[in-house]
Structures are given as structure tokens and as C-alpha cells.
């Protein structure tokens, strides 16, 4: 046993000199939440927000979009991450994600 905890030192002296970032404490728990689990745990949100998009996006205040924002958000809508969007319209990562922004914050305040 004594020697299994003499191994545990060295090999956590080890990884410590050669900067390692343990996501664990030695309790084996996570020193930051996962935000995937965050995520999971707001999992009924998300997909009220992705349920109120699609319907916005199908209802007849969608003409008032304009084309760009339309084919932003349905990509936004088919799980596309936003670096990719932008390459496949040709836009900046910035005008992507504050056009999400701006829509997002319509479709929250949609009851």
C-alpha cells in the first residue's frame, strides 16, 4: 500500500512539472461544471427555443426576414455551429452570430 502512495506522488509531481490541468480534484470530481451536463440540465429549454424557432420561422412573421437571416437561422436551427454558417454563407462569424442574437432575443420574448 505504501508503495502504491509513493507512485501516486511522484506521478501527480510529475504531471504537475509538466503543466497538466487536471479537470478532477483527486476526489475524482470535476473542479468546473461540464457544461455539457449544463446543457443536459436545461435540455427542456433548449428545445422549447429550437421548437418556438422553427415555428417563427414557419409562421407569417417569416416574411419580414430577410433572406440572409432566414438561411442563418435554419442552419442555426439544424445544429450547424456558427463558424460553420458563416463559411457557407460567406460571412463574418460576428454578423452570424449577432444576427442569432438578435433573433434569439425575439423568440425568448415570444409567450
Not at 39 to 68: G, M, T, W
Not at 87 to 98: H, K, M, Y
Request: charged share 35%; proline share 2%; aromatic share 8%.
Amino acid at each position: 500500500m505504501d508503495q502504491l502512495r509513493e507512485l501516486k506522488k511522484k506521478w501527480e509531481l510529475k504531471l504537475k512539472e509538466s503543466g497538466f490541468k487536471d479537470i478532477e480534484t483527486s476526489l475524482g470530481r470535476l473542479k468546473q461544471p461540464n457544461t455539457r451536463t449544463i446543457a443536459f440540465e436545461n435540455r427542456d429549454l433548449i428545445l422549447d427555443f429550437f421548437l418556438k424557432l422553427d415555428h417563427y420561422l414557419s409562421s407569417d412573421n417569416s416574411r419580414r426576414i430577410p433572406d440572409r437571416d432566414r438561411l442563418i437561422l435554419e442552419l442555426f436551427s439544424q445544429g450547424k455551429k456558427l463558424r460553420d454558417i458563416a463559411q457557407q454563407i460567406q460571412a463574418s462569424e460576428s454578423t452570424v452570430r449577432n444576427t442569432v442574437r438578435v433573433y434569439k432575443t425575439v423568440i425568448i420574448s415570444l409567450e
